[in-house]
C-alpha cells in the first residue's frame, strides 16, 4: 500500500468523475486497514452498459492525466461490473442488479465508510 494521502487524491480524482458521468450512489470504504488489496473501494452504479463504459473511460482519462497508471481492468465489454484496480484504490462501477447481488458493502463491513463530502474540500 502507498502513502494514504496519494490514495485520497487518486479516490477524490475517481469520485469527481464519476459525479460527472452521474453516476449513482457512490460510497467509499476505506479498506486499508482490514485488506493488503489496497487502501480504499470505491463503488458507484449506473443506469445501463453505456453509462457505465463511459462512467468507467471517464474516470481512466481523469486519473490518467495526473499520471495514476491502471493495473488492470475487467468487466469492460459486458459492463454489469467493471472493475478498475489501481493497485491503492479499486473501483467497483455496478448496474443496479449486480450491485444489489454481490452487496460489496455487506462483504466489506469491516471497512470504514468515508463520506465523499469529507474527501471533496
Do not use: C, P
Not at 470505491?42 to 491502471?70: C, D, F, H, P, W
Amino acid at each position: 500500500m502507498s502513502d494514504i494521502s496519494i490514495s485520497m487524491k487518486m479516490a477524490k480524482l475517481a469520485v469527481t468523475a464519476l459525479e460527472e458521468k452521474k453516476a449513482a450512489d457512490i460510497r467509499i470504504i476505506d479498506i486499508g486497514k482490514v485488506s493488503v488489496l489496497g487502501d480504499f473501494f470505491i463503488i458507484a452504479t449506473g443506469n445501463n452498459r453505456n453509462q457505465i463504459q463511459t462512467m468507467s473511460n471517464e474516470v481512466e482519462r481523469v486519473l490518467g492525466m495526473k499520471g495514476y497508471q491502471i493495473k488492470q481492468v475487467e468487466g469492460y465489454e459486458t459492463a454489469n461490473w467493471i472493475l478498475l484496480d489501481y493497485g491503492d484504490i479499486i473501483i467497483h462501477l455496478f448496474d443496479k442488479e449486480n450491485r444489489i447481488f454481490y452487496n460489496l458493502e455487506r462483504i466489506w463491513r469491516d471497512g470504514k465508510d468515508i463520506a465523499i463530502t469529507s474527501i471533496m474540500d
